[in-house]
Structure formats: structure tokens, C-alpha cells
């Protein structure tokens, strides 16, 4: 049997993981202090309620589910919250990591998958990007997530750590049969926003910045559906387990989406006009934000399969409504 005690099981993508771990034949343990996460979402093994920087409850539930691998998603994720408050990013994010790190190392626990993001990488040289790219975050949440990936490298030189470093460019869509979705509060997010917009008369979607030097102006990113990451979770579980050496990866499918074309989906898959109005750009958002997934494709054996847009926009709809209360699903 093996088993894998997740960090942050409770939220978005670690809830979809953990579904795609156990449907691989993984015995699931979240270890999550719910503190930006979903009792509902813990559907696919124990809930160990804990927090990362509690070191002792850490050490304590490692040594008791005697994990083959750890998956660490536990951590804050607001770009804008980590201008304001970069404290709060680094103890979270930065210290967390490294609490579970010395535990690992305490306990012989050698394997480990790690959430990381595209934000490490900050302005994109060239597009799309691939992992050997400049890592210069323009923000703390990058940087509180690119020194987890240092210190991991360390720790592989050191101490024999094997990890998985995943990239996530844009983590989107809800599991197709709707049991867990995207829910973060407040929401910030571009499909659950614009959902939102068509959902409810009382929002009014906005884009932010219609000048960038794309295709129709608007932010191009490149949206991955939250069940093709859960698969690529599971390879590389598997890609550990077989002795794979640390390694760092994008998840991304290499296609950008602009907002409007976003906007334009969710019109047509809800049946509703979508207003929106145009205003100034976001801080720190750069024009186009690609990734180059050969190396996941090659290494792991992951190609996404549920990540067009139709596909990830009808699952972030059909979840927006269930989630909101409304008759159907
Ligand atoms: N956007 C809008 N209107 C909205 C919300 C977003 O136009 O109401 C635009 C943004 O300006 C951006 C695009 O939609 O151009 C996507 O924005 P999201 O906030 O959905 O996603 P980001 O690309 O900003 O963020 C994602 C992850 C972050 C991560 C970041 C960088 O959610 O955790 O990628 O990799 F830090």
C-alpha cells in the first residue's frame, strides 16, 4: 500500500490531487489547518486538521501516516496580499516549506511534490517558456515560492531530498462529475470571476487592461484544467516512487487564451450575456504568460487532455452554479 500525506489537501488543487491519487491507488492523509481551505473538498481520506507551522503537530502526523511521499500544497497564493503583507507569504509559504522539509528529513521521508507557479519565473523572456527560463519574480509570492525550490535543491545535494517541482501556469475548471471546484475567498480569479458575472446581476466583470500587445489586447495566460494537473500529480508520484531524480516542471499546455476569448466562453456556454467593462490594468501582470510542457511530456509522460477551453469553462460554469446554490447544478 502506499500513501501519500498531502498539505493543503483541503484546497483547490489539492483537493482535485488527492482525488486523482486515490483513484490511482494512493491512501490519501490532508494534513490542512482550513484556514483557507474547504472541509467538503476532504473527500478521498483521513483530514489531519494541522498547521504547517505548528512543527510538532507536522512532525507528529509524518511519523504517525509514515508517508511514502509528501505533496505540499498548503499556501497562500494572492499576489496582491504578498505586496501588502509579505510577512504573512514568507512565514506561510517560505518557513512553512522549510518545517516540512527538516520534518522529512527528520523522519527519512525522501520524496516530495511540490506546488510551485509560473510566478517564479516573473516578465517572460520568450514564449512559450521552459524551465531553463530567467527565475526573477516580480513579487513576494514568487519569491516566497522560488526560495522553497532553492531550498529543496539544497536539501536534494545534501541530503538525498527527491522532489517534484510543478509549475503551475493557470490552474482552472471544476471536476467534470462537479463533487469539488474552484472556491477561494475572496475570489480573484479570472473564470470563477467571470462566471460570477454572468451568474449574478448584482457583478460586474471587469477586464483588467484591453492595451497589452496581444492578439485583441487583453492578458493571454495558459489555463490548465485542475484534473489534468491532478494527473500529472499522480506521474509524478509515480516518477518518484521509481527513483526519479529531482526535477523541476511546468504544467502548462503551451496554448494562450486572451480574457475576452475567457469572456466570450463563458457567453456561450452559460447562454447569458456577459457585460463587462474595461479598466485599468492590474499591477504586475505581464502581456502573455506560456508554457513550454516538453519536459512533463517527455519525463512524466503527462500530456493534458481536459484543458480546452470549452472544456475547462463548462466545468468552472456547471461548478459556479452548484456551488452558488442554483436549481440543476
Ligand atoms: N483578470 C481580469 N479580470 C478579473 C480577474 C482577472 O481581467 O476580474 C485578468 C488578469 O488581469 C490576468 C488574467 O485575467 O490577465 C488571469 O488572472 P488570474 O488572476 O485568474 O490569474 P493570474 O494569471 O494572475 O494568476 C495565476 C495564479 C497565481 C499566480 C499567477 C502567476 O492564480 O497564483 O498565475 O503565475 F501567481
Redesign the pocket.
Same mark, same amino acid.
Given at each position: 500500500m502506499k500513501t501519500i500525506l498531502v498539505t493543503g489537501g483541503a484546497g483547490y488543487v489539492g483537493s482535485h490531487c488527492c482525488k486523482e491519487f486515490a483513484a490511482q491507488g494512493w491512501t490519501v492523509v490532508v494534513y490542512d489547518n482550513l484556514y483557507r481551505g474547504w472541509r467538503d473538498m476532504v473527500r478521498w481520506g483521513e483530514l489531519i486538521e494541522g498547521d504547517i507551522l505548528d512543527t510538532a503537530a507536522l512532525q507528529a502526523a509524518i511519523a504517525r501516516v509514515k508517508p511514502d511521499v509528501l505533496a505540499h500544497f498548503a499556501a497562500l497564493?494572492? +499576489?496582491g496580499e504578498s505586496v501588502e503583507q509579505p510577512g504573512l507569504y514568507y512565514r506561510n509559504n517560505t518557513l512553512g516549506a522549510f518545517n516540512i522539509l527538516e520534518a522529512l528529513r527528520t523522519a527519512g521521508v525522501d520524496k516530495m511534490i511540490f506546488s510551485s507557479?509560473?510566478?517564479t519565473y516573473g516578465e517572460p523572456l520568450e514564449s512559450p517558456m521552459p524551465e531553463t527560463h530567467r527565475q526573477l519574480p516580480i513579487n513576494p509570492?514568487?519569491r516566497s515560492k522560488l526560495m522553497v525550490e532553492r531550498m529543496m535543491a539544497d536539501y536534494a545535494d545534501a541530503y538525498g531530498l527527491r522532489f517534484a517541482s510543478l509549475r503551475?501556469?493557470?490552474?482552472a475548471g471544476a471536476s467534470p462529475d462537479g463533487d469539488i471546484g474552484e472556491r477561494h475567498e475572496p475570489e480573484?480569479? +479570472?473564470?470563477p %470571476?467571470?462566471a460570477r458575472g454572468a451568474l449574478r446581476d448584482d457583478y460586474q466583470?471587469?477586464?483588467?487592461?484591453d492595451d497589452f500587445d496581444t492578439r485583441d489586447g487583453?492578458?493571454v495566460?495558459d489555463y490548465v484544467h485542475v484534473s489534468d494537473l491532478g494527473r500529472a500529480h499522480a506521474a509524478a508520484a509515480d516518477y518518484l516512487m521509481k527513483g526519479g531524480a529531482a526535477q523541476f516542471f511546468n504544467l502548462g499546455t503551451g496554448e494562450g487564451t486572451t +480574457?475576452k476569448e475567457?469572456a466570450d466562453a463563458i457567453e456561450k456556454v452559460s447562454g447569458k450575456p456577459l457585460p463587462r467593462t474595461v479598466g485599468p =490594468? =492590474?499591477a504586475g501582470?505581464p502581456a502573455v %504568460?506560456v508554457a513550454s510542457n516538453a519536459r512533463a511530456q517527455e519525463v512524466l509522460g503527462w500530456t493534458p487532455t481536459q484543458s480546452s477551453i470549452d472544456e475547462i469553462v463548462r466545468t468552472a460554469w456547471a461548478w459556479a452554479r452548484k456551488d452558488a446554490g442554483c436549481a440543476g447544478g
Open positions: 497564493t494572492y +499576489v507557479t509560473a510566478a509570492y514568487g503551475y501556469f493557470n490552474a480573484t480569479h +479570472v473564470i %470571476l467571470a466583470f471587469t477586464i483588467f487592461g487583453t492578458c495566460r +480574457v475567457i =490594468r =492590474r501582470d %504568460l
